[in-house]
């Protein structure tokens, strides 16, 4: 028998399977963890078994050494998924299957856990062993294992009999007892959270019965569209209860940030020791030993953050991704990979249903759902008719009109006040991504947009002038504002450090905490935060997105959104969406209890049709908006972009070759256009990086525009073989749709 073994280098020039001879004796099969001789040296490396023959055309096979571990470490499922990504992301075999297992199985870096265990051996003549002992400790400890019957931890039977480990090995060593070893499990501790059997509403019941119809139908995905506090997860679990009384098993993703001990402990409380859950801030062991017990078939239910998608999860039955319009479901890193397609592609392949949950469904899942791809289902009331939280609305023109330079209202210092005074808390919340700055007059509010493409322009300093990322268009600066005339133009980007200050300014004596990246770093951080804070140890959380989604806060009665417009005008064509999910998710976040609390959004833009929907919790509107505007611009979903960046030290050199590669690529694009018939290349610009230089690396980008049509899978191929060339001078990192250019 052979084996067909992918060895893991992460190289393009090992990007190929090696056949090797199974040795007689070895029990090799598909997905197993291997050690072969490599290369002249035949240096043990590790590799995975992707195919198995009887025979072979390859001369000189060498043999596997042995096998790592004593069983397939990847399922035939996920083997195939391997493939399905590399054609799709363009990425290595070997990337692909890294995402597979946790890390800490290459290179056996974390060993399983034992305990040893012992037990009475079978058949013995247990009233003469134990009349034969003279020791009184060994007698009772044989009684004891006697009455026991069964297997017991040596750690354990300790417990019983303290300071008797010799009394223990002598009973071992008389052939008395059998010790054995079992593998223990390290886990993750969650708090426990109460189970309140709810009586599910109407709209609850028709949505569960509406998955659970989908379960015996052919794969398909459900888009659960409910508003913030309508019970989207009581759904869920229904679903999930369903499927596993079918025999199946269960994944559901949410974003890492909900990942908190109140999520899990709601999973635990209904599931018990049958959950797995998967997230960045496990230690190595729990990583692996979670891991395993999804292999093994122990937990039933994973959950976890984007890459538990690929957790090795037999007989599927259902993927639950809530929250289904955060960006961390996207990956930026290599391979770039987006959760929802995989969960696509592993709901359709394994037979699954795959239910998308959201208050504010990504555009992308909503045009599909609209359209009769997805099953829609929504939940249009919050759970016992709560009213949904009255948002008041801030022009910040005004107040800079009125002589208030600061970047708090009046109106929000004076809720503050008296938030702070009646013992309440609040949550602040500063929303900045990735690098960039827009240009505003403080004055009326006018934004610099692109005269090209309807996204508002980034300063850049070095150069004094103000650019598109989509583009390249560029103008300078100028000394006044052209609408109003006034001379208060200002770049934007606020920082949580900044509003904290501002806020001990005003408060001195609030206590405050922030939650940012920088104080969530630490193992722990983010939940020691946030406990700190339910327990009312501060009176003032701020935040970046990271507090939109996923805490139930019931002190809370007061929710400051310090600028909506950092958002809003951000150079992405997804801005207006983000706002408007930002803004309704932290809305509901103040949510439960908010008929006797406030909601106060700041902004230059008050009329803005998207923080009008926002302020009314009026996606429907949001979406028919946002729709149109997205056809007369021809974005996603009309549209595909792709961004190629280029790297390299030397400047002219850069510039020129990216120049070259752009006009190349056009004119294939062009031709295979006209070879299609139809147009596909909607646009191709070139030009360096909004950030030219990072680490010494100067940076140039050429952004495509693709109509999205049937031909946009055959130019995105295209892209890609030209991009990949063999021996170029520089190789292009290519990103589709990315989230943040920079
Ligand atoms: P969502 O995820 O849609 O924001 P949740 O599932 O968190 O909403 O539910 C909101 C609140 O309503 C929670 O406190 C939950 O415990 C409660 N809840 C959910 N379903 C019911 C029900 N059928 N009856 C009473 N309370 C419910
Ligand atoms: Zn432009």
New binding site residues.
């Given amino acids: 028998m052979f084996a067909q073994v992918i060895i893991d280098i992460a190289h393009s020039a090992v990007d190929r399977v090696f056949t090797y001879r199974i040795p007689d004796a070895m029990n090799i099969s598909l997905g197993c963890h291997v050690l072969v001789p490599f290369g002249r040296g035949n240096t043990p490396k590790e590799g995975f078994v992707l195919s198995v023959s009887d025979g072979t055309e390859v001369a000189n096979c060498k043999d596997i050494i042995r096998a790592i571990e004593p069983y397939p470490v990847l399922l035939p499922s996920q083997l195939e998924l391997c493939n399905w990504m590399k054609s799709v992301y363009r990425c290595l075999t070997v990337d692909a299957l890294r995402l597979m297992i946790p890390a800490q199985l290459r290179g056996s870096k974390v060993k399983e856990k034992t305990e040893r265990t012992i037990r009475l051996k079978d058949g013995l003549p247990i009233e003469e062993v134990i009349k034969g002992l003279r020791s009184p400790v060994q007698r009772d400890i044989l009684t004891f294992l006697c009455n026991l019957r069964t297997e017991i931890s040596v750690k354990d039977l300790l417990a019983f009999f303290p300071k008797s480990s010799s009394a223990i090995q002598a009973l071992i060593k008389k052939g008395f007892v059998d010790s054995g070893e079992h593998e223990v499990f390290r886990r993750p501790e969650y708090g426990l959270s109460k189970d309140?059997a709810?009586?599910?509403?109407s709209d609850?019941r028709a949505a569960v019965s509406s998955v659970c119809a989908a379960f015996s139908e052919a794969p398909q995905t459900v888009l659960l569209h409910?508003v913030?506090?309508?019970?989207?997860?009581?759904v869920y679990l229904e679903c999930i209860e369903h499927c596993l009384k079918m025999g199946k098993r269960a994944i559901v993703l949410v974003p890492e940030i909900a990942l908190t001990p109140q999520t899990v402990g709601r999973f635990k409380a209904r599931f018990g020791d049958g959950i797995a859950v998967l997230h960045s801030k496990l230690s190595s062991g729990e990583r692996f030993d979670e891991w395993r017990r999804i292999r093994l078939g122990i937990a039933k239910i994973v959950i976890g953050a984007r890459s538990a998608i690929f957790a090795p999860v037999e007989n599927l039955g259902l993927i639950v991704i809530d929250e289904e319009h955060e960006s961390s479901y996207q990956s930026e890193s290599q391979p770039r990979y987006s959760a929802i397609e995989i969960a696509q592609k592993r709901a359709s392949d394994e037979g699954a249903v795959l239910l998308l949950g959201s208050?504010t469904p990504s555009l992308l899942s909503y045009y599909r759902a609209k359209s009769g791809r997805y099953r829609l289902i929504e939940?249009p009331e919050r759970?016992?008719r709560r009213p949904m939280p009255i948002v008041k609305i801030v022009d910040m023109r005004e107040e800079f009109l009125n002589g208030n330079t600061s970047i708090f209202s009046d109106a929000l210092t004076s809720e503050l006040s008296k938030c702070l005074k009646d013992g309440h808390q609040a949550m602040l919340f500063i929303n900045r991504r990735g690098y960039s700055t827009f240009v505003s007059c403080r004055s009326c509010g006018y934004v610099h947009k692109c005269v090209n493409c309807d996204i508002s322009l980034t300063y850049h300093k070095s150069a004094q002038r103000m650019k598109c990322h989509y583009c390249g268009y560029s103008t300078p600066l100028p000394q006044e504002c052209p609408n109003c005339h006034k001379p208060f133009l200002r770049q934007n980007g606020i920082g949580t450090e900044q509003v904290e200050e501002v806020l001990q300014e005003l408060f001195p004596s609030a206590r405050c905490l922030r939650l940012d990246t920088d104080t969530t770093s630490k193992k722990g951080a983010l939940a020691d935060i946030l406990r700190s804070f339910s327990l009312g140890r501060a009176d003032v959380l701020i935040g970046t997105q990271m507090i939109a989604k996923g805490h139930?806060f019931p002190n809370v009665t007061l929710v400051g959104v310090i600028s909506a417009d950092t958002t809003l005008n951000l150079p992405d064509f997804r801005s207006r969406e983000r706002t408007f999910q930002l803004l309704t998710q932290v809305a509901?976040r103040a949510g439960?209890d908010l008929s006797k609390g406030k909601v106060i959004v700041q902004t230059s833009a008050p009329a803005h049709p998207i923080i009008r929907f926002a302020r009314s919790h009026d996606y429907v509107g949001f979406y028919n908006y946002e729709i149109i505007e997205r056809r007369k611009c021809l974005y996603p979903p009309y549209s595909v972009f792709v961004r190629l960046l280029f790297c390299g030290e030397d400047e002219k050199r850069l510039n020129e070759y990216g120049t070259d590669f752009a006009k190349q690529l056009e004119q294939r694009l062009s031709a295979q256009s006209e070879s299609f018939d139809a147009p596909t290349l909607l646009l191709l610009s070139a030009s360096p990086a909004p950030i030219a230089k990072i680490l010494g690396q100067y940076r140039y980008q050429i952004v495509i525009k693709l109509l999205r049509t049937k031909n946009v899978s055959s130019s995105l191929s295209l892209i890609y073989d030209f991009g990949k060339q063999d021996g170029c001078e520089f190789t292009p990192n290519i990103e589709i749709n990315p989230q943040d250019m920079f």
Avoid: N, W
Wanted: proline content about 5%; aromatic content about 4%; overall charge neutral.
């Fill in positions: 309140t709810f009586v599910p509403t609850q409910g913030t506090g309508s019970g989207k997860t009581e208050a939940l759970i016992q139930d509901g439960r």
